[in-house]
């Protein structure tokens, strides 16, 4: 069995992206998806999940994985409503399983999901792509970072950077003042240990996403960022549901992260892979590239051999893409460069999988 192409879909209500669209990709044959309206520590219920699967097989797809059922920030503090959360959390991958879902991505990430200073950053070919510099991260208040890069969303909601979660960012903050990288991981391995038991049960598939950027932002603490860390994880809850999400373009901003290696020594525990590229202009600034490898920093045929000698068979999806050819979509998720990235990796993996046989 071979890794499945996948592409991350918000929602008919969300996406600027169709369904249809993704048909024509071919190379495409799966979609990520979520319930994208649900807050964290909110049930899914089977006959929702139901929906939403029908809706992608209907478009001639195949619903290969959620991404994400976000966890609640009472689970990651462990505060009051934590075990209350947990109990939810477990019917909804219940739900999941009765539908058939197997896998299941999800971050424990403190206060924001992913970081970046800029949303639309111009390239010398006029494309825009995500950004990130240390320096501008460390003048930015962290209390309305919301606000300073909300005006180049396009009208999108980006997830994790929901506007109901932003207006209590302040809260929120003060919910993580005691939480170290340790206290952090406790409540990880917490949360893991009481969800595996439903896991066996329905075969579901758990892949954490590693913190992006892969280091400590605005104080907060960062836990799921490198090697040592992850293999400290799989330990720590030792089952094969209790997986991971490799995103080349989030561990990839540590440049210390070999991700080869990283990919080799993960064998078996790898659920689902984002892939994309960086282009690095210095240690602490770089940007979103194309996904050809000449265009970043990355060796992204090393990286495909990697998931192809370890067997991995799962999805795998392009991840974020260039702003191209006047597209107007989310940061991140347009339909153009997103598909040629896609074409891209499997190109890649046609080569490698013929040479190896
Ligand atoms: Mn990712």
Not at 124 to 129: E, I, K, L
Request: net charge negative.
């Amino acid at each position: 069995m071979s890794m499945e192409m996948t592409f991350r879909w918000y929602g008919a209500k969300y996406d600027t992206v169709t369904l249809q669209q993704i048909r024509q990709i071919r190379y495409v044959t799966g979609i990520i998806t979520t319930l994208y309206s649900k807050m964290p520590g909110e049930l899914w219920t089977q006959d929702e999940i139901h929906a939403m699967k029908k809706e992608v097989e209907d478009a001639g797809l195949h619903l290969a994985g959620i991404e994400s059922v976000n966890v609640s920030d009472a689970i990651k503090t462990a505060g009051p409503d934590r075990d209350k959360d947990i109990d939810t959390y477990i019917k909804t991958l219940e739900n999941l399983g009765k539908e058939d879902i197997h896998l299941v991505c999800y971050n424990f990430m403190p206060v924001f999901d992913w970081t970046r200073s800029e949303l639309a950053r111009k390239r010398p070919d006029g494309s825009t792509v995500l950004a990130y510099s240390q320096k501008t991260i460390d003048a930015i208040n962290p209390e309305t970072m919301f606000q300073s890069i909300s005006g180049d969303m396009n009208g999108t909601v980006m997830p994790g950077w929901e506007p109901e979660r932003m207006a209590h960012v302040k809260d929120l903050f003060a919910m993580y003042k005691d939480i170290d990288n340790e206290k952090l991981f406790e409540n990880l391995t917490y949360f893991l240990k009481a969800i595996m038991p439903v896991c066996n049960q329905y075969d579901i598939k758990m892949a954490i996403h590693p913190d992006d950027p892969a280091w400590s932002v605005f104080g907060l603490p960062r836990i799921i960022i490198n090697k040592e860390n992850i293999l400290k994880l799989m330990k720590a809850v030792d089952d094969p549901h209790n997986g991971v999400t490799f995103c080349s373009g989030s561990y990839g901003t540590n440049l210390e992260n070999d991700l080869p290696d990283m990919i080799r020594s993960l064998k078996g525990r790898i659920h689902f892979a984002h892939v994309r590229n960086l282009k690095f202009n210095s240690p602490s600034d770089f940007e979103e590239a194309a996904h050809l490898s000449e265009d970043g920093t990355f060796d992204m045929y090393e990286i495909m051999k990697a998931l192809h000698d370890i067997g991995f068979n799962g999805p795998i999806r392009p991840d974020h893409g260039r702003m191209i050819w006047d597209e107007v979509a989310m940061p991140g998720y347009g339909l153009y460069d997103r598909a040629l990235g896609s074409a891209y990796l499997c190109g890649l993996w046609e080569a490698i999988d013929k040479e190896e046989r």
